[in-house]
C-alpha cells in the first residue's frame, strides 16, 4: 500500500487559513489502511479544525466525505456537483489522489493534509515499514525477495558494505541488514550460487524514465 | 611499459607495501596537504586521498591528489558512489588519468547520514562492485557504461576495499572474491586490531586463492589513546576493537598511550609481514600523519625499495 501520515495541525491550520467553507475528503484505500486518511481520520481533522476555530473565535464550515478511491476517476466523480458549494477541498488522499481531484476539478483549490510517505507493508499493528521503491525493473527473484534498493540503506545490488554488524545496519541500529537477509534468506534455500554473480547497475531510467512514467495498455482502453 | 603506478611497481617486484592514508582539510587550502605530503614522502610508496570521509564535507579528492603528485608522490584516488552518478564518476575517472592520477580505489562511502550534510540525496547509483567493473572496462576495453568507446583509456592501478570484520563474517571472503572478479587488482582493508579474526578470514581467503589474484594491504590506525579505542570499538561501525587491546590502552599512563598505540600497529604490522598472502600496509593515522614515519621506521620498512 501508499503509507502516508497526516501534516501538523498548524501546518494545515495556515494552508486553509483564507477559506471559510471546507470540505475534508478522505480516501478509503491504502491511506485508510494506515490510518491516516481513511473516514475515521476524516472525522477526527474535522472535529479539531472545528473546534480550533471555536476556540480561537472564527467562524468555519467544515463537512467531510470519503470516497472510495480518490485516484480513479468513477470514485472522484462523487465529488461532482459538492465541490462548488466550498472554498477549499482539503485532501487526506496520497499525492496521487490530491493531483487526481486538481486535475478533474480544474479551478477548485485542493491542498493536502498528509505527507505520502512510502510503498509499505503493515508490519504489526502500528507499524508499517517502506519495501518498494517502485524502480519498474523487479530483481526480487535474485534477491530471496528482499528488496536491496529500498532496504539497504545505500541501495547496494552487491551488498553487504562493510558497516553491517550483529545483522543490523550501521544507520540504524533498529533496522535489520537488508544483505545479511538476503544471505540467509539464500542459505536456506540453497542458492548461495546468487550471490557469486556481479549485478550490473540498475536501469534507473525505468524509474525515473523521461520524467512522469505512465503505463498505457491498449487492451485495457474503452 | 613501465607503469606510472608507484604502487603497482612495488607490489609486482614482490615488496612488502606500505600506502599511508591522507585526509584533506576542512578548506581550501592546499598547504595542509603540502605539508601531509612532505611528511609522509619517502617514507611510503603511495598516498590514499579519501573521498569526503564520514560524509563530511572537504576539499576534494581529485584536488588533494593533484597536490601531492606535485608534492612527488604517488596518489590514490579513493572514489565513492555515494556522491556522484555514473556520468560524473566516469569523468573524473578521465580527469584523474589526465591529471596523471594512477592509482583509484573504489567504494560505496560511509552514508551520508553520519556527516554534516544529513539531509543531502545519497546517489549510490552505483555501487562499489559496479564502480570497479566499470573502471576496469574504461582501462581495459576502451568503452564506458553502454559500449561507447572512449578516445584514450584511462591508466589506473584499481583498488577497492575489504572489512574483514564486519557481519556475516562468513560471507565476507566471498564478496572479496566478487571484487577480485570485477576486476580489482589490489586491496585495502579496514583497520586490523583483532588478529585472530583477520587470520581466520584470511584462511578463507586463502582457500579461495584470492591471493594470488589480487595484491591484499591490511589497514593500520595506530590508537592515541585508550578513549580512542573504546570510541572506535563502540561508535564506529564495522570496527573491532577487542577488549585486550582496550585494556593494553588503559594499562598505560594517559601520556604514554600513544606510545603504545605506536607499539600495538608495529605488532601489528609484524605480523602482517609474516602472514602468506598479505602484500602490504595501509596505514590510517587519523590527523596524525607526523606518526607514519616513526611507525614505518620502527617497523623495519624504511628505507622503501628504489623501483
Known sequence: MITAERKPLSEIKEMIAPYKKILVAGCGSCVAECASGGEKEVGLLASALRMDAKMEGRKIEVNEITLDR?????????????????DVILSLGCGAGVQALADVFAGVIILPA????????????????????ACGDCKLGYFAAVCPITRCAKGLFNGPCGGSKDGKCE???????????????????????????????????KQQ???PRKIHREDQSI | MKTDSRLKRVLEKGHFAVTAECGPPKGADPKVIKSKGKILKGFVDSVNVTDNQTGVV????????????KEGLDPVLQMTTRDRNRIALQSDILG??????????CLSGDHQSFGNQPQAKGVFDVDSVQLVQLVRQMRDNGVILGGDKLSEPPRLFIGAVANPFADPFAYRAIRLGKKVAAGAEFIQTQCIYNLTRFNEWMDKVRDLGLDEKVY?????????SAR??????????????????INRMKSVPAREQRQEGIKIAIETIQALKEARGVHGVHIMAIEWEEAVPQLIEAAKLFPRPQV
Open chain 1, 70 to 86: 480518490q485516484c480513479v476517476y468513477e470514485f472522484i466523480d462523487q465529488l461532482t456537483g459538492l465541490v462548488g458549494q466550498f
Open chain 2, 228 to 245: 580512542m579505542a573504546e570510541f572506535m570499538s563502540k561508535q564506529v561501525a564495522g570496527m573491532d576493537v577487542p577488549d585486550e587491546i
Open chain 1, 171 to 205: 544507520t540504524d541500529p533498529d533496522a535489520p541488514c537488508a544483505w545479511q537477509l538476503i544471505i540467509e534468506r539464500l542459505d536456506k534455500a540453497g542458492r548461495l550460487d546468487l550471490l557469486q554473480n556481479v549485478y550490473p547497475p540498475a536501469d534507473w531510467s
Open chain 1, 209 to 211: 524514465g523521461k520524467g
Open chain 2, 96 to 105: 584523474a588519468s589526465a591529471l596523471g592520477i594512477r592509482n583509484v580505489l
Open chain 1, 114 to 133: 498528509l505527507n505520502t510517505a512510502f510503498i509499505g507493508q503493515t508490519k504489526e499493528a502500528g507499524l508499517w515499514i517502506e519495501n518498494c521503491r
Open chain 2, 216 to 224: 591484499i594491504l591490511g589497514g593500520i590506525t595506530p590508537l592515541k
Open chain 2, 58 to 69: 572537504r576539499l576534494s579528492s581529485l584536488a588533494a591528489c593533484v597536490l601531492l603528485k
